[in-house]
């Protein structure tokens, strides 16, 4: 995919925004306009409502605004050429070396978004500017008659086999045409909500308007003047229309989201295999009538989503029949313990029921938001904590693992367990600065603004807490202002206090959320996973000092009663350490155990257990009476955390023998941040599965045999497989291969595997030595080809990568289908005046 890390970030505010749907229902002419009359049943204060006060996500919005949101401006710079080339076009101007690309304005957008949710909380004249000034060139690139999607109206795409079809439209499976554009809708109502400023919500919607001519009226300049009549492969666009519906109240935009619903799976149906399957894109069956979680993870939960939105508007109880399904199919057979989604290679998504691997899990960041955004969803229509419980498990783990504790790098992948050794990231043994295809980073960009939105909901009569946090905040009930103060040191803490001051005493419920980790059975929802030891600790509630009883509907304590000024509540939920086991039909945990606290996945990672491989540790002896000490201090960029030592055995040689000792554990969120190493989440239980050996990557070469065209006398070609992990791209301290002193001058360099092999990604980490004062540098193009049935042939990408050149990373490539070969070739075109290099490249085979 393209610069995934972009995705990320752009992904946080993104998916902050889709996470909470109800709190754009302002209208266009009026701000402060209330939700249209069928809505979900519960309304979220809004994120801008609630002011953070804590030691934990209020460091991570200050991040956000100083350290996220800044890298991905830059990271995105390109999306603004992309657009200029269009604009450029208008103009008259030669354009005719514009690179076509299907998506990368997207991230734009999606960075923009987030931009958005911090201009909200905080006027920043500065952003404000910036924002202003790429809303501008966006309305230049826009066609007259709404359609924007520069890669066709520039003619670029037409000239090259690329998966975005010859014409506007033409291929509306793979475009991302409509996908781009509802993120633009989506930053344009963000934008018009933080600032009244309307320009690029007019664009947004002159576009809208153009797409429902097009794909639902007929446009002769468009698919022969026939109605499209299509889905878009990758669903956004249904989300964003609900969301332009609900600030417009232009009924029109509903009909457009509802529409693109109802066809999917049945005015299309593609007939090929992986990306091209029917069920990649969700396409197999009319939505209502699915069942099961199929094809792309990220496409998937954003389709949930908005079948829940539409759902919760019409009042059509068949969308959520179909939601609660899935729902189950998901928590019960295809979800990792940490929330992660899409465990599988090649589609970025749902394998077979209970196919949850742990070093070769995908879990792609945006598919964890995706996670949360529908389990939010779900909340809000059934008012029902158990949704909660799987959004905040996502949230804590996956998504949060999916960037730095400083805010710069990010996982596009997410696995429960690594070697140290081993590209899992599209390459990288650590998180990336940004990625080709960059919706992870841009995605994280948006979701911690928007996360306050989330914390509390209300109706009528009822309260309910649904993520904790400290803030303060005031929320209306029963005609009532009522001022709210939450303190607490949550997620490391179980103890929550509630300061309630009401203007004038009020009765109204209060619900506080019980999670499901609090019980004696399980985790997370769903039967995949339970506790091996069924001990437990009652939750205690007090109102003003006293010790209240309550019941229990739907998962939350409900305390009914009278509030006055400075009532306080308090609750304890225990957080103690967990011994977790999988259901036999996981393979990949059988004689495995995970841990947990509170809401926390817990992992073993070598920086903290005298480095070696993590799988030396073994939990053969665990009875139902499991110690751990739990101690909360620093990580790193001022971050504290969670450490907790537990008794286990350790393998001390090959022959299996072994001795008493220590291990120590982090939240899963918190690995990867202190150097690469290996580590693990589940556990060996037997030793059988226990090893003390490192992984040999270190010490033999990847390849056979490596030839270059040229080489610098004091390089090697052998060095690109010698499996030493450069620190930089200006890394003098490693060997490298160099055309020094060749100038502008193409070059190759054939690797030959040590048997044909089924390849899942190939990655290239470019020596860059210009920092330095040096005369090499990346490409200025790159490609493979690949060697089979006795020829060198082209390497068929998947349809969202790009050959990267990024500095200080791997460059990452994956085939379009499944590929076996001998050995592979990189070719080269250098930059004027300037050799070339290569530091390290890196090759994951499919079963590894």
Known sequence: MFNKVSIFITYLLYVSYMLFPVTSLSAMSDPQKTQNS????????????????????????????EVLLPHAFKETKVGVEHLRAAARFHAGFDVSNHQAHPFIDSDLYKVMEGAAYLLKLREDPQLEARMDGIIRIIKDAQREDGYLYPSHITGAAAKINSGMGKRPYSYVEHSHELYNMGHLYEAAIAYYQATGKDELLKIAEKNAQHINKVFFEGDRNYNNGVPVNQAPGHEEIELALVKLYRLTDNKLYFEMAQRFLDIRGVTYLPNGRGTTAPEYGQQHLPVREQSEAVGHAVRATYLYAAMADVGAISGNKDYSLALDRIWNNIVNTRM????????????????????????????????????????????????????????????????????????????????????????????????????????????????????????????????????????????SLNNTEVELQQSTKYPLDGNIKLQVSPSTAVQFNLHMRIPTWTGNKQFVPGKLYSYIDESYEPVEISVNNQRVNYQIENGFAVISRQWNVGDVVEMNLPMIVRAN???????????????????????????????????????????????????????????????????????IDEQGNSKESQIQMIPYYAWNNRGVGSMSVWMPRNKSLATIIDNPMGKDSLFKNVLASHTFELDSDWAVGDRIMPSHSDDHSIPRWTSWPQRSTPQWLVCELKKP????????????????????????????????????????????????????????????????????????NAQRDLGMGILEVDVEFEGD
């Open 38 to 65: 069928a809505d979900y049943p519960l309304i979220p204060i809004e994120f801008h409502e609630v002011v953070l006060q804590d030691d934990f996500w209020l460091p991570r919005l200050k991040i956000q605004r």
């Open 336 to 475: 990792h313990i940490t929330g992660g989604l899409g465990a599988v290679h090649g589609i970025e998504g749902f394998g077979p029921q209970y196919d949850l691997p742990n070093a070769e899990a995908f879990d792609e960041t945006c598919a964890a938001v995706g996670n949360v955004l529908v389990n939010y969803r779900m909340f809000l229509l059934h008012k029902d904590a158990k949704y909660l419980d799987v959004a905040e498990v996502a949230l804590y783990n996956n998504v949060l693992a999916g960037v730095s504790l400083k805010g710069d790098t990010f996982f596009y992948l997410n696995p429960l367990a690594a070697d140290g050794f081993k590209g899992f990231n599209h390459g990288h043994k650590t998180r990336a600065s940004w990625f080709g295809t960059a919706c992870c980073p841009s995605n994280l960009a948006r979701l911690v603004p928007q996360l306050t939105g989330m914390m509390y909901a209300t109706d009528k009569d009822n309260l309910y807490l649904s993520l904790y946090a400290g803030n303060k905040t005031t929320i």
């Open 581 to 651: 086991v999988t259901i036999e039909k996981v393979e990949a945990n059988h004689d495995r155990v995970a841990f947990t606290r509170g809401p926390l996945v817990m992992c073993a990672e070598s920086i903290d257990n005298q480095e070696g491989t993590i799988n030396r540790f073994v939990f053969n002896n665990l009875s139902s009476d499991i110690k751990g000490e739990s101690k909360i201090k620093q990580i790193v960029n001022g971050h504290s955390t969670v450490f907790v030592d537990m008794s286990c055995t350790e393998l």
């Open 757 to 828: 092999s089924n390849i899942r990604s190939i990655a290239v980490y470019w020596y860059d030595d210009r920092p330095s004062g040096g005369e090499c540098a990346v490409p200025e193009s790159w490609s493979l080809e690949v060697y089979a049935d006795g020829k060198w042939k082209p390497f068929d990408l998947y349809l969202t990568d790009s050959y990267g050149t990024q500095t200080s990373q791997f460059n990452v490539v994956h085939p379009a289908a499944p590929l076996t070969c001998s050995k592979f070739r990189i070719l080269m």
